[in-house]
């Protein structure tokens, strides 16, 4: 079609604050505090996340109508705001577990979020396709930084100093373990399907 440009997705790109922020108002309306207790909970102290960020992102969501504030009677004189999702907003949260990112799928952190909400993505076969992206990830042939003094790529059990093997070691085990569930969980999905 000539003279449209196509859709971007709302959050194409960016962090995943956006993504907890729907993941978690999807399981209950939550204050704004509570919300910010769930996401560190989430994230830990990895990325804290800070009232500079959350209530900015929230904005952006309650703009894009993906997000309402309701009022409610405080415990005291004063009422207090609570956050809800809106039907767009679960949208927004189906097509983002649906379609992460590459960066999504590659980085740790943010595939623990995609994986915190990815049961709120009710097709067991989208499900599986996500999980099966992040084992394909896995199983790529990964380039090693370990190198000898001309340059040149070594082995990683022959790295040059005991925390770089500890490293490569922790590496390892974590993605085995990680490749075991990921084939269990797979085949469950797939199985229910």
């Known amino acids: 079609m000539t003279g449209t440009t196509p859709a971007t997705p709302a959050w194409k790109g960016t962090p995943v604050l956006p993504l907890a922020i729907l993941g978690f108002l999807a399981e209950e ?45 405080g415990a005291g004189a004063a009422p207090r705001q609570v956050l809800a999702l809106t039907p767009a907003g679960r949208a927004e949260l189906a097509r983002r577990l ?50 000898d003094e001309d340059g040149k790529p070594v082995k990683s059990e022959d790295a040059p100093t005991l925390f770089r093997r500890g490293m490569t070691q922790i590496a390892r085990a974590t993605a085995k373990a990680e490749r075991e569930w990921l084939k269990a969980a797979i085949a469950e999905l797939e199985e229910g399907a």
């Open 29 to 73: 309306p939550l204050h704004g505090y509570q919300l910010k207790d769930r996401i560190t909970g989430l994230t830990g102290h990895v990325k804290p996340v800070s009232d500079g960020a959350l209530y900015p992102a929230i904005a952006r969501l309650e703009a894009k109508g993906l997000i309402e504030r309701r009022t409610e009677p």
């Open 98 to 147: 649906r379609e992460p990112t590459p960066t999504e799928i590659t980085d740790r952190n943010r595939y623990f979020t995609i994986l915190a909400f990815l049961h709120r993505l009710e097709d067991p076969a989208a499900q599986a396709a996500v999980l099966r992206r992040r084992l394909d990830f896995l199983d790529a042939p990964g380039a090693g930084f370990f190198f």
